[in-house]
């Protein structure tokens, strides 16, 4: 989804860190199959990625305010002056010289001492050095060392057999193994019992966009402070408004992840993992985004906008946690990858958690759920709520374009679950957003007394808060809520009768639980 934040696009106050940094089912969500391309050229002078196409789903009104804005704004820090002159070429249509952007960064190494802010240099001056009639292999050599001195082994590692002559990139796909362990005489689940349990001194890795930096909302503003981020360094909306909510009940350590590599494969942009290998598929339009490097077929993703584009950054960071968006394969395969190494990540956008019910990784998967204070720090999820196998939940459905495509969510998960247990279900199609009155009133036609569905506006909040409200034996999951204020104050309101898709629901039989969900 592209869009602008909920919040006005005011400059922030504070600095900015970035961290460049089911019994015996067994269902393979998809196969294995890695194989080679081939090698990029690095000296390509007309990079592979149309940024002028990003704007032909979006109102002109928003380019044009854009350009206004970033016209007039004139930042202090000169890094980000480098930054703001790519980004307003781009804006306006021109083909960003790298001449010019060699050139404004190239001056801006001299008096970098910061390993954050020099890498940011080298690796801008390495991807734009071909088009600018440089030899590439040079920066790409500075850029490795400046990666190595920052910790960030799997890109040096890139960026050295670039300089090298002998880069040639792997490409693979990932399996996400579904084990749910369910008894033949289930009678009941239950949804939101997964829990992550951040502890103070975690390392919670967050993507850029919408957490440190929104330039659709003039947010382009970043620095590298020694100290670590606090609620104020964060936008206020999406993923960074869930954030704030951590940092206000647990100290961590916040890390955006930023500078991820990708490699195209055909049509496809390709995110890397830890070991270097490109398998996470990055939607064109986030590779689109006016900061992004590109040279040849490989891009430096700044804005890093999906669990997909964070595999190797939170690797090679060292986090405890992973915030970031999950609505697409890509991004939920991304997300099991980094569980099976014991990473948690926690994805409040969650169009597709359905791929994820019953699987087999270490880590804790956690959808579109609330957070919480506890003892000790703080909690993602932890809200269980039963469901008999023998009554209905009437589940939105949809088959809508662009930012409304994340109606069907509900229907998504609910699809997924009814191949481990026969769960009764009935499907209500809308035909836009705000319409979750539909939902509402088929349940109350039926009988029923649960709903799946998203609540993004007020519109949608209005007839689910009153369907709550009637009686305390009605529950709502909730799907691709959390992000929005209307969401998440109906968790707020009814912790007893709300809860989020569960990645790995526990399965009843007479006697209890078959299976536990695995928390931090």
Request: charged letters at 25%; hydrophobic letters at 40%.
């Amino acid at each position: 989804m592209v869009g602008r934040g909920l919040q006005g696009g005011s400059r922030r106050t504070g600095a900015v860190a970035i961290g460049l940094v089911v019994a015996a089912l067994v269902t393979p969500v998809l196969s294995e199959a890695p194989g080679r391309a081939r090698t990029p050229r690095p000296t390509q002078p007309q990079p592979p990625v149309c940024f002028e196409c990003f704007w032909e789903h979006q109102d002109p009104a928003l380019r044009h305010d854009l350009l206004r804005y970033y016209e007039s704004y004139r930042p202090e820090d000169p890094l980000v002056e480098a930054e703001r002159r790519l980004v307003l070429a781009r804006l306006r249509g021109v083909a960003a010289s790298a001449e010019e952007t060699f050139r404004g960064f190239a001056s801006l190494l001299p008096r970098e001492r910061d390993p954050l802010r020099r890498l940011l240099v080298v690796e801008t001056l390495a991807f734009a050095a071909g088009g600018a009639g440089r030899k590439p292999a040079r920066y790409f050599a500075k850029a490795a060392k400046a990666a190595d001195q920052c910790g960030q082994t799997s890109k040096a590692r890139i960026y050295r057999s670039l300089a090298e002559g002998r880069f040639e990139p792997r490409f693979g796909s990932t399996l996400i193994w579904r084990r749910p362990r369910v008894p033949l005489d289930t009678e009941a689940y239950v949804l939101g019992a997964s829990a992550v349990h951040v502890r103070p001194g975690w390392r919670v890795g967050v993507q850029a966009d919408r957490t440190v930096r929104d330039w659709l909302s003039n947010q382009l503003w970043f620095a590298f402070p020694r100290r670590p981020l606090g609620r104020d360094d964060l936008l206020a909306w999406h993923e960074g408004a869930r954030v704030r909510d951590l940092l206000g009940f647990v100290d961590v350590v916040t890390v955006p992840l930023m500078g991820a590599l990708a490699a195209r494969q055909g049509g496809r942009w390709l995110a890397a993992d830890e070991a270097g290998t490109f398998r996470f598929e990055v939607l064109d339009d986030k590779v689109q985004y006016p900061t992004t490097r590109v040279s040849g077929e490989l891009a430096l993703l700044m804005d890093t906008h999906g669990i997909s584009a964070l595999v190797a950054p939170a690797m090679d960071a060292k986090v405890d946690l992973v915030v970031g968006c999950a609505d697409t394969a890509g991004k939920v395969e991304a997300a099991y990858h980094l569980a099976q190494r014991g990473v948690h990540v926690y994805f409040p956008c969650d169009r597709f958690v359905g791929d994820l019910v019953g699987h087999d990784a270490g880590g804790t998967l956690i959808g579109s759920a609330p957070i919480r204070p506890e003892p000790g720090g703080a909690v993602i999820g932890d809200r269980p709520i039963r469901f008999r196998l023998d009554e209905t939940v009437v589940v939105e459905d949809a088959n809508l374009p662009g930012e409304l495509q994340y109606y069907d969510g509900p229907a998504r998960y609910f699809a997924r679950l009814r191949e481990f247990v026969p769960a009764r279900i009935e499907r209500v199609r809308v035909e836009g957003g705000g319409q979750s009155d539909r939902v509402v009133r088929r349940a109350e036609e039926v009988g029923a007394a649960a709903i799946a569905v998203r609540v993004w506006t007020e519109e949608d909040y209005r007839p689910v808060r009153q369907w709550l409200a009637a009686s305390a034996v009605r529950r709502a999951v909730l799907f691709h809520s959390a992000p929005y204020t209307p969401g998440y104050r109906l968790f707020e309101e009814f912790p007893r009768q709300t809860t989020f898709g569960d990645t790995r629901p526990l399965f009843l039989g007479p006697q209890g639980a078959a299976s536990s969900p695995t928390g931090s």
